[in-house]
């Protein structure tokens, strides 16, 4: 499977016309037909519908898209890699995390590194820990931050000195927005929002003392943001941690911490046996630095 075929099929996917992908990849429009005929012969499989206005994708192609979009990528960020190996000291650092004001600690690094390096360029990605995890393992991310509970058996890593506290994100006109705090038997057919990675580590179980599939959870989420406009609407009471939404001026929100406490600890990971760019290995030497 040739490297510029994908492209040209990602070029397609994208922009749904021929047309379009042809004038985007500066060439011409029966030459972007063959060359996909010729990708779906070589895979033996549909992965275009043609439609009289549009073209989509087949189930076999949708699969091929995310497929083709990872080799991109990994290609497009080994080039950079390469291309950084000269005198000066710039390249690419590319990090993934969740959201969390403990980031604030990368942001730091980043600041640090930038007065010293300033041709280093970061690509920053927010995600669950799965999604990071997922790129970390195929060598598209550098490093990953990730929240407890988290399996880091896999992965070489620095423990961050902070821990996040976990909460109740709830309108102010809630029933439990008189409380300072939030107690187990308090969320009894209450309708959540809860993350992914919470249910799915079962991270509430211990501190419940149950099985946190018993909650009524309405809605799950990945990031905080969205939600938060859930919430504001009253679908229901989030599980966020502590600082993520603005609650300052005339928001309509409030943050209660759990009681008794809950926390998690956050570490930046890396695979084991990485081989990192110059960029990679500096910023690392930098935020060990931050961190002592």
Same mark, same amino acid.
């Given at each position: 499977?040739?490297?510029?075929?994908?492209?040209?099929?990602?070029?397609?996917?994208? #922009?749904?016309?021929?047309?379009?992908?042809?004038?985007?990849?500066? +060439?011409?429009?029966?030459?972007?037909?063959?060359?996909?005929?010729?990708?779906?012969?070589?895979?033996?499989?549909?992965?275009?519908?043609?439609?009289?206005?549009?073209?989509?994708? #087949?189930?076999?192609?949708?699969?091929?898209?995310?497929?083709? $979009?990872?080799?991109?990528?990994?290609?497009?960020?080994?080039?950079?890699?390469?291309?950084?190996?000269?005198?000066?000291?710039?390249?690419?650092?590319?990090?993934?995390?969740?959201?969390?004001?403990?980031?604030? #600690?990368?942001?730091? +690094?980043?600041?640090?590194?930038?007065?010293?390096?300033?041709?280093?360029?970061?690509?920053?990605?927010?995600?669950?820990?799965?999604?990071?995890?997922?790129?970390? *393992?195929?060598?598209?991310?550098?490093?990953?931050?990730?929240?407890?509970?988290?399996?880091?058996? @896999?992965?070489?890593?620095?423990?961050?000195?902070?821990? *996040?506290?976990?909460?109740?994100?709830?309108?102010?006109?809630?029933?439990?927005?008189?409380?300072?705090?939030?107690?187990?038997? $308090?969320?009894?057919?209450?309708?959540?929002?809860?993350?992914?990675?919470?249910?799915?580590?079962?991270?509430?179980?211990?501190?419940?003392?149950?099985?946190?599939?018993?909650?009524?959870?309405?809605?799950?989420?990945?990031?905080?943001? +969205?939600?938060?406009?859930?919430?504001?609407?009253?679908?229901?009471?989030?599980?966020?941690?502590?600082?993520?939404?603005?609650?300052?001026?005339?928001?309509?929100?409030?943050?209660?911490?759990?009681?008794?406490?809950?926390?998690?600890?956050?570490?930046?990971?890396?695979?084991?046996?990485?081989?990192?760019? @110059?960029?990679?290995?500096?910023?690392?030497?930098?935020?060990?630095?931050?961190?002592?």
């Amino acid at each position: 499977m040739d490297i510029r075929v994908l492209r040209y099929f990602l070029a397609l996917a994208n #922009t749904e016309t021929i047309s379009s992908a042809a004038e985007f990849l500066h +060439t011409t429009q029966p030459n972007v037909s063959r060359q996909l005929s010729e990708l779906e012969k070589e895979v033996g499989r549909q992965l275009f519908i043609r439609g009289s206005r549009k073209i989509t994708l #087949t189930e076999e192609g949708m699969f091929l898209r995310k497929r083709a $979009q990872e080799i991109v990528d990994l290609l497009d960020k080994t080039e950079q890699e390469f291309s950084s190996f000269d005198d000066t000291l710039g390249g690419d650092v590319y990090i993934g995390g969740g959201e969390s004001n403990t980031m604030r #600690t990368i942001a730091k +690094t980043i600041k640090s590194l930038q007065t010293d390096h300033p041709q280093i360029r970061y690509h920053l990605l927010s995600g669950y820990a799965y999604d990071i995890m997922e790129y970390l *393992d195929k060598g598209l991310l550098d490093f990953g931050v990730l929240f407890e509970p988290v399996d880091l058996k @896999k992965y070489d890593h620095i423990r961050l000195p902070l821990n *996040d506290t976990w909460g109740l994100l709830m309108r102010k006109d809630h029933p439990l927005a008189c409380y300072s705090s939030i107690q187990p038997q $308090q969320l009894e057919n209450l309708p959540l929002l809860c993350s992914n990675q919470m249910l799915k580590e079962n991270g509430l179980s211990g501190w419940l003392g149950y099985d946190c599939k018993k909650l009524n959870v309405v809605a799950t989420f990945n990031l905080i943001n +969205t939600p938060a406009l859930l919430v504001e609407e009253g679908v229901g009471c989030a599980f966020s941690f502590e600082n993520l939404i603005n609650l300052s001026g005339d928001s309509n929100l409030c943050f209660r911490p759990l009681s008794p406490r809950l926390t998690s600890g956050v570490y930046v990971v890396w695979k084991k046996y990485q081989v990192f760019s @110059k960029a990679a290995k500096k910023f690392l030497e930098f935020l060990q630095e931050e961190l002592t």
